[in-house]
Nanobody, 126 residues
Framework: QVHLVESGGGVVQAGGSLRISCAAS????????LGWFRQAPGKDREFTAA????????SYADSVKGRFTISRDTANNMVYLQMNSLKPEDTAVYYC???????????????????WGQGTQVTVSS
């Protein structure tokens, strides 16, 4: 059974940095994409960043390009999201997701992901 467990959320001041993590287990993630999505109160879930397990190709939402960096540690089945220059509008619950066979152009689509974590809260204070 696949488990995705997020950690590292918290409260940070605007302009600060935070790194959140996702521990993935239960299967091999070869040929998978691992993504981060976020959902703010009263808003729809939105794509944030994704990375291919094989090769490390990445994709980012325009709103986080240049500020956030997604990475993975294939030896330890971990995915990270380094968030810099945080803004109050980055406040959300951040979810880790995994899906197989996702082509690059579809990495931002939540419907392509099969497995989801429970989320970790990130709050950016102004």
């Amino acid at each position: 059974q696949v488990h995705l467990v997020e950690s590292g959320g918290g409260v940070v001041q605007a302009g600060g940095s935070l790194r959140i993590s996702c521990a993935a287990s239960g299967r091999s993630f070869r040929n998978h994409a691992l993504g981060w999505f976020r959902q703010a109160p009263g808003k729809d879930r939105e794509f944030t960043a994704a990375i291919r397990w094989n090769g490390g190709d990445t994709s980012y939402a325009d709103s986080v390009k240049g500020r956030f960096t997604i990475s993975r540690d294939t030896a330890n089945n971990m995915v990270y999201l380094q968030m810099n220059s945080l803004k109050p509008e980055d406040t959300a619950v951040y979810y880790c997701a995994a899906g197989s066979g996702i082509i690059r152009s579809s990495m931002s689509s939540g419907s392509q992901y099969t497995y989801w974590g429970q989320g970790t809260q990130v709050t950016v204070s102004s």
